[in-house]
């Protein structure tokens, strides 16, 4: 389980992948994804995603 407020970042050190998720989303992206279209909110969840992807393959060594 993951939060994100007041420019805390708030998950679970055990599982690496959701960490990548949530970094992604403050290195990239800015604004409420309340107030978005659907389909901008899909493609930010698959830029965090791929951001994952990478991530987790960098630190997997």
């Given at each position: 389980m993951?939060?994100?407020?007041?420019?805390?970042?708030?998950?679970?050190?055990?599982?690496?992948?959701?960490?990548?998720?949530?970094?992604c989303?403050?290195?990239?992206?800015?604004?409420?994804?309340?107030?978005?279209?659907?389909?901008?909110?899909?493609?930010?969840?698959?830029?965090?995603?791929?951001?994952?992807?990478?991530?987790?393959?960098?630190?997997?060594?």
């Amino acid at each position: 389980m993951s939060f994100v407020g007041n420019g805390f970042l708030f998950v679970s050190v055990r599982i690496p992948q959701e960490f990548a998720h949530e970094l992604c989303h403050i290195l990239r992206h800015d604004g409420n994804q309340i107030y978005m279209p659907k389909m901008f909110i899909k493609l930010q969840e698959n830029q965090a995603n791929y951001f994952t992807y990478h991530f987790c393959i960098l630190h997997a060594h």
